[in-house]
């Protein structure tokens, strides 16, 4: 089974100040990675996966995480965030492989908000 | 890119009212599709998994004589409520993936369900 932690529940922060959203996961098999957004009464958005490959991913919006199988983490990082950014983030991760369920599994989410 | 649909996006209704709301991928055959549960502040619980054409699979711990899926197309899922009651109150959120499981799941709008 896999679980996922996201080890901050609110990250305040100022505009064009840098963010790092931690996201710590378990997995007995090999998983694939995936940062989520959610605006206020929306679904979500994927932002960001890794499936395999680079262990860096950068989105179209400045956002990038980065793969570390030996500390089991995929930390979203953005170098100068904008009002627009606030949001809740997910992290999650699902699993792969012959006779893969595809199930996501969430972290608890952590609420972005930035500043003026 | 991908589009999932979820209909209605908000539902008032009374205590014993049995309420449906539907999922449609847009412009890809949805082979799997999720419902979720969103609490208040909360992460996103998996309540089932629907492959087309055959039975879904519930989660510990959600009832399935409770929340009907049928997932009769490989365009649509519908989850139904039956006799709801206050504590069914939530925001329930469907995503769909295509014929490859290692595809990311993509979510549509969500429904806010709200039982007077």
């Known amino acids: 089974a896999q679980s996922v932690t996201q080890l901050d529940s609110q990250v305040p922060v100022f505009e064009e100040a840098p963010v790092e959203l931690r996201c710590n996961y378990s997995?007995?098999?090999?998983?694939?990675l995936f940062w989520y957004v959610q605006y206020p009464n929306q679904g979500l958005q994927l932002l960001l996966k890794y499936l395999s490959g680079s262990t860096l991913v950068e989105s179209i919006n400045g956002f990038e995480a980065e793969f570390n199988k030996s500390q089991t983490s995929f930390h979203l990082r953005k170098p100068s965030v904008h009002i627009s950014d606030t949001a809740e983030y997910f992290c999650a991760v699902s699993d792969y492989g012959s006779g893969n369920t595809g199930k996501l599994i969430f972290g608890q989410g952590t609420t972005l908000q930035v500043k003026p | 890119g991908a589009v999932v649909s979820q209909h209605p996006s908000r539902v008032i209704c009374k205590s014993g009212t049995s309420v449906k709301i539907e999922c449609r991928s847009l412009d890809f055959q949805a082979t799997t599709m999720f419902w979720y549960r969103q609490f208040p502040k909360k992460s996103l619980m998996l309540m089932a998994t629907s492959n087309e054409g055959s039975k879904a699979t519930y989660e510990q711990g959600v009832e399935k004589d409770k929340f009907l899926i049928n997932h009769a197309s490989l365009t649509l899922s519908t989850l139904t409520v039956t006799s709801a009651h206050p504590e069914d109150s939530s925001f329930y959120i469907c995503s769909a993936r295509g014929t490859d499981s290692n595809q990311p799941q993509h979510f549509g709008d969500g429904t806010r369900l709200s039982i007077l």
């Open positions: 997995s007995s098999v090999s998983v694939y």
